[in-house]
């Protein structure tokens, strides 16, 4: 039997991290649950694993008592870190930073690991993520890049998955990330069970629907911050790259690598995000139809309009507005 180590922060938690180490622990109990009742063996031992034997969680309202220490577990298989206020190693408190080691050693043990939502930070102060993809919440992106240049942050992602290491993006999404986990160690029947059972959707992969984008702008490029609030302001009208480089006094080639080492986003890209964010506001708001939103951000072309929405959404203009706008039901 394998063993899943469900990591119990003792300080910097939030009611979210109570919420990913309850959810995942009912999660994998009824999962091998289920593989009982079919006659076979459970998949994983489940552990609330914590830092030492002396401490557990205490927040405010809610308690949770581990069931290991770390010193006590040499090995495990799948270890979830659940959303915490963690955001680098050096901040973080003496019984983290040992959770922090745990989970280097382990991973380079052989065992995968799964962040949920904020988690992502603390996995990211492992150094194991180092050149490798992952999600956070949207919310959070522009401090995640920030902070971890070295990874590959793809918040429109809700899953990701590569070489041993999960994460999901923000907030309750942890559940669709425990729905993966499920099928990826017991099977797809099982997977449906507990989808059914816990009552969450199956097979969502992307959280770009749920994004409001507001644009990175703590850095300290006055050029770029320029460029920024110009695109923000005349998004409606046709914007020529060329033309806003030269007007702020440099070259094409510099500009677009200032801009996307700023924003992560090149000036192009940054334009459809502002026109994207405003249609999705229309079509929440008002009453006016795909075309006329169209027009509004600054697009004349249908095709392209619906292509980049679908990008950035995940969603078509109209599954958008049918979704979000009650007045279309």
């Known amino acids: 039997m394998k ?6 922060p003792d300080e910097q938690t939030t009611f979210g991290t109570i919420a990913c180490i309850v959810g995942s622990y ?19 031992k489940v552990d609330l694993v914590g830092a030492n034997s002396n401490q557990f969680l205490n927040n405010s309202a809610f308690s949770i008592r581990h069931q290991l220490s770390v010193t006590e577990l040499e ?17 973080s408190t003496n019984n983290n930073k040992l959770l922090i080691d745990w989970i280097a050693m382990q991973y380079k043990q052989g065992a995968e690991v799964a962040s949920m939502c904020a988690g992502s930070f603390m996995l990211a102060a492992t150094g194991i993520l180092s050149g490798k993809i992952c ?14 240049p070295d990874v590959n942050l793809r918040s429109d992602k809700l899953i990701t998955d590569e070489k041993g290491i999960y994460t999901n993006g923000g907030a309750y999404s942890f559940l669709h990330l425990l ?20 009552q969450i959707d199956l097979d969502r992969n992307m959280q770009a629907e749920f994004s409001i984008f507001n644009g990175h702008k703590s850095h300290a490029d006055e050029v770029v911050l320029n460029a920024q609030k110009f ?4 998004f409606r009208e046709k914007i020529s790259m060329e033309k806003l480089s030269s007007d702020l006094v440099t070259g094409r080639r510099n500009f677009d690598r200032r801009f996307i080492k700023s924003t992560g986003l090149s000036p192009l890209e940054y334009l459809q995000r502002v026109r994207i964010e405003a249609a999705k506001k229309m079509f929440e708001s008002t009453r006016k139809n795909v075309a006329e939103v169209m027009y509004e951000v600054g697009y004349n072309d249908a095709k392209a309009f619906r292509e980049v ?13 049918s979704k979000y706008n009650k007045e279309m039901n």
């Open 135 to 148: 999600s956070t919440h949207w919310a959070l992106s522009d401090k995640f890049r920030e902070m971890y």
């Open 231 to 234: 695109i923000e302001m005349n």
């Open 75 to 91: 090995q495990t298989s799948l270890i979830i870190i659940p959303a915490s206020l963690i955001r680098t190693y050096d901040k």
């Open 309 to 321: 929405f679908g990008r950035v959404t995940g969603l078509s203009p109209h599954e958008y507005k």
């Open 3 to 8: 063993h899943l180590s469900i990591l119990v």
């Open 179 to 198: 729905m993966y986990l499920v099928e990826k160690f017991y099977d797809r029947a099982t997977a449906i069970h507990c989808a059914k059972y816990f």
């Open 26 to 44: 009912q999660v994998f109990t009824e999962a091998n649950s289920c593989f009982e009742r079919k006659g076979k063996s459970p998949v994983f």
